[in-house]
């Protein structure tokens, strides 16, 4: 209970210190680097949110895209404010993960991954073929209002912190305790008069939901969307931030993301090495920090105070 | 007599070219500890899964309360009353005692101080009192297919459905087992549909009981009768050829 105490206060402290540096900080890089940090870590948060519920949503590129898509529509195209082209790339998820997940969620494991997976490819092929979309090339064009460019980065952090911390909250509720008990066993959870499939479309629609938000602010970030951007490989690095942070809390996908952006960004210029070095780096941590650096952490602080005592 | 609890009405449920329940008809009296028994394969666990409404039955209608609730999901037949447990004792293994018996409080008690109640109360009467912190896949055998009955029972069913609550137990904790069912029935007027293999047991518990044999009805009635019927002792032991 005490450690939890102790938890929350760094977490706020770190906060603090990222927002107060969001606002301070006037190197453009490096703005433009917790922007993007943010962005992933909303990304990991809203996949490992349905890994609650024993699921690996690929889908979760698609609606990323989505709210991408729909917000630089509704910016580019209809000319709508920014708020609510934010908003726009939110619920066209909520709808579209509805219907997807009414059809989708009576399969699971290893079936739901490569439905959500075929889901995603199919929305990013769309994207290709349909001129209006700009087809290949994507729109471009995609600015938020100039008053807000200063602004842009604490905005994008409240933004994805308040994402976040929604999600958080869902899963310390006794929503979060039954995403857990059907993720443990969904039979028993059926037989106590729970609908399995109903709490499963809820936890793909708070986690579409936000991961629609997101996309739309990652349009108005870039400035720049294709349909490359929005393959499957979105939620794969997804799954990289939680499995190298730490899968058992949120902050372990939220510090996976800071990472590995952070890394992937370094090894940026090294060309083809660049990937060759980020895969070793997962596979590295994977090896020597199975529960990921949250798990290394603590498991490192449990050795110390044991040799204190 | 009051209105039985439930009616199986010629049931049957059919998995390709076998017919695992076959005609099956039987009905449950409110208060009453009803055994259902039978030899390996003779569609016990299908007819569970049948009137808990994991499977669809083939043919055949089921009443529960008066409703007719042929069809209807396993979570929609639980809400109304007909909680199961399952075989190989169903648990949330990675979480707490507490938070186990609280999802199966979560649907039947709205707000949170009555779950937390409900939850110390299913605790205590399944001897799980001081275990609420335990996390369930730590626990002993004997209390893990305890703390699978307290799941189910903390929803406080009408009619609960125990499959082969005591396989696996020893004796000591078979008889506290059967304490515990008991006082589920007298204490809290609950009907029990019980399957075991143990046949000493469904006899000591029972008030009446349904023998099953290849999916088809073979016998019907008080333990005393069932021992002397002579067709449920060729099932059980062949016929000497």
Same mark, same amino acid.
């Given at each position: /209970?005490?450690?939890?105490?102790?938890?929350?206060?760094?977490?706020?402290?770190?906060? %603090?210190? @990222? #927002?107060?540096?969001? !606002?301070?900080?006037?190197?453009?890089?490096?703005?433009?680097?917790?922007?993007?940090?943010?962005?992933?870590?909303?990304?990991?948060?809203?996949?490992?949110? /349905?890994?609650?519920?024993?699921?690996?949503?690929?889908?979760?590129?698609?609606?990323?895209?989505?709210?991408?898509? /729909?917000?630089?529509?509704?910016?580019?195209?209809?000319?709508?404010?920014?708020?609510? %082209?934010?908003?726009?790339?939110?619920?066209?998820?909520?709808?579209?993960?509805?219907?997807?997940?009414?059809?989708?969620?009576?399969?699971?494991?290893?079936?739901?991954?490569?439905?959500?997976?075929?889901?995603?490819?199919?929305?990013?092929?769309?994207?290709? $073929?349909?001129?209006?979309?700009?087809?290949?090339?994507?729109?471009?064009?995609?600015?938020?209002?100039?008053?807000?460019?200063?602004?842009?980065?604490?905005?994008?952090?409240? *933004?994805?912190?308040?994402?976040? #911390?929604?999600?958080?909250?869902?899963?310390?509720?006794?929503?979060?305790?039954?995403?857990?008990?059907?993720?443990?066993?969904?039979?028993? !959870?059926?037989?106590?008069?729970?609908?399995?499939?109903?709490?499963?479309?809820?936890?793909? !629609?708070?986690?579409?939901?936000?991961?629609?938000?997101?996309?739309?602010?990652?349009?108005?970030?870039?400035?720049?969307?294709?349909?490359?951007?929005?393959?499957?490989? @979105?939620?794969?690095?997804?799954?990289?931030?939680?499995?190298?942070?730490?899968? =058992?809390?949120?902050?372990? =996908?939220?510090?996976?993301?800071?990472?590995?952006?952070?890394?992937?960004?370094? *090894?940026?210029?090294?060309?083809?090495?660049?990937?060759?070095?980020?895969?070793?780096?997962?596979?590295?941590? /994977?090896?020597?920090?199975?529960?990921?650096? *949250?798990?290394?952490?603590?498991?490192?602080? $449990?050795?110390?105070?044991?040799?204190?005592? | 007599?009051?209105?039985?609890?439930?009616?199986?009405?010629?049931?049957?449920?059919?998995?390709?070219?076998?017919?695992?329940?076959?005609?099956?008809?039987?009905?449950?009296?409110?208060?009453?500890?009803?055994?259902?028994?039978?030899?390996?394969?003779?569609?016990?666990?299908?007819?569970?899964?049948?009137?808990?409404?994991?499977?669809?039955?083939?043919?055949?209608?089921?009443?529960?309360?008066?409703?007719?609730?042929?069809?209807?999901?396993?979570? %929609?037949?639980?809400?109304?009353?007909?909680?199961?447990?399952?075989?190989?004792?169903?648990?949330?293994?990675?979480?707490?005692?507490?938070?186990?018996?609280?999802?199966?409080?979560?649907?039947?008690? $709205?707000?949170?101080?009555?779950?937390?109640?409900?939850?110390?109360?299913?605790?205590?009467?399944?001897?799980?009192?001081?275990?609420?912190?335990?996390?369930?896949?730590?626990?002993?055998?004997?209390?893990?297919?305890?703390?699978?009955? =307290?799941?189910?029972?903390?929803?406080?069913?009408?009619?609960?459905?125990?499959?082969?609550?005591?396989?696996?137990?020893?004796?000591?904790?078979?008889?506290?087992? *059967?304490?515990?069912?008991? $006082?589920?029935?007298?204490?809290?007027?609950?009907?029990?549909?019980?399957?075991?293999?143990?046949?000493?047991?469904?006899?000591?518990?029972?008030?009446?009981?349904?023998?099953?044999?290849?999916?088809?009805?073979? %016998?019907?009635?008080?333990?005393?009768?069932?021992?002397?019927?002579?067709?449920?002792?060729?099932?059980?032991?062949?016929?000497?050829?």
């Amino acid at each position: /209970m005490r450690s939890a105490r102790a938890g929350q206060i760094v977490v706020a402290l770190a906060a %603090a210190a @990222v #927002l107060a540096f969001a !606002v301070l900080g006037d190197d453009e890089y490096t703005q433009h680097l917790l922007m993007w940090t943010a962005l992933n870590a909303v990304l990991a948060v809203g996949l490992r949110f /349905m890994l609650l519920v024993g699921e690996t949503n690929i889908g979760t590129g698609a609606f990323y895209g989505m709210g991408a898509y /729909m917000g630089a529509i509704c910016t580019t195209k209809w000319g709508l404010p920014f708020p609510l %082209a934010l908003l726009a790339g939110g619920l066209l998820a909520i709808v579209v993960s509805t219907g997807f997940g009414l059809v989708t969620l009576r399969t699971k494991g290893p079936y739901f991954m490569l439905i959500s997976f075929a889901f995603t490819e199919v929305v990013r092929l769309i994207y290709t $073929r349909v001129e209006w979309l700009g087809g290949n090339s994507g729109i471009i064009g995609i600015f938020p209002p100039q008053a807000l460019d200063p602004w842009m980065s604490v905005l994008t952090f409240l *933004l994805c912190g308040g994402l976040i #911390l929604m999600m958080y909250l869902c899963e310390q509720s006794n929503l979060g305790r039954v995403f857990r008990a059907i993720q443990n066993n969904d039979a028993v !959870v059926e037989t106590v008069g729970i609908d399995v499939v109903q709490i499963k479309l809820v936890c793909l !629609v708070i986690a579409s939901f936000s991961v629609g938000i997101a996309g739309s602010l990652h349009a108005h970030i870039y400035n720049v969307i294709s349909p490359g951007d929005f393959s499957y490989l @979105v939620p794969v690095f997804a799954l990289a931030y939680i499995k190298i942070g730490g899968d =058992a809390n949120v902050m372990g =996908a939220v510090i996976g993301a800071a990472i590995l952006t952070v890394l992937a960004q370094m *090894l940026q210029g090294m060309g083809s090495l660049e990937h060759v070095l980020f895969g070793g780096a997962i596979v590295a941590s /994977m090896l020597v920090l199975p529960d990921g650096l *949250l798990g290394g952490g603590r498991r490192l602080l $449990r050795l110390f105070s044991r040799g204190r005592a | 007599m009051t209105a039985p609890l439930l009616v199986a009405q010629a049931i049957s449920r059919r998995f390709g070219g076998i017919l695992a329940v076959n005609d099956f008809s039987f009905e449950i009296q409110p208060g009453e500890v009803m055994g259902l028994i039978g030899p390996n394969g003779a569609g016990k666990s299908t007819t569970f899964n049948v009137i808990s409404g994991f499977y669809k039955p083939t043919t055949g209608k089921l009443t529960f309360l008066g409703e007719d609730i042929t069809g209807l999901s396993a979570a %929609a037949i639980s809400r109304r009353g007909l909680v199961r447990t399952f075989q190989h004792g169903s648990l949330l293994r990675e979480m707490t005692v507490h938070d186990n018996i609280l999802i199966g409080a979560l649907r039947a008690v $709205r707000d949170n101080s009555g779950r937390e109640m409900r939850v110390r109360e299913t605790a205590a009467l399944l001897g799980l009192g001081g275990l609420l912190h335990a996390t369930a896949g730590s626990l002993p055998h004997g209390l893990q297919r305890m703390l699978s009955i =307290a799941i189910a029972f903390a929803a406080r069913p009408k009619l609960l459905c125990l499959d082969e609550p005591l396989t696996g137990l020893n004796s000591t904790e078979a008889v506290a087992a *059967l304490e515990v069912i008991g $006082r589920i029935r007298d204490e809290y007027e609950t009907t029990i549909l019980l399957v075991d293999h143990n046949m000493r047991v469904v006899m000591r518990i029972c008030d009446r009981i349904a023998v099953l044999n290849y999916g088809q009805k073979l %016998a019907e009635g008080t333990p005393e009768e069932i021992r002397n019927n002579p067709d449920v002792i060729r099932a059980y032991l062949g016929d000497g050829e």
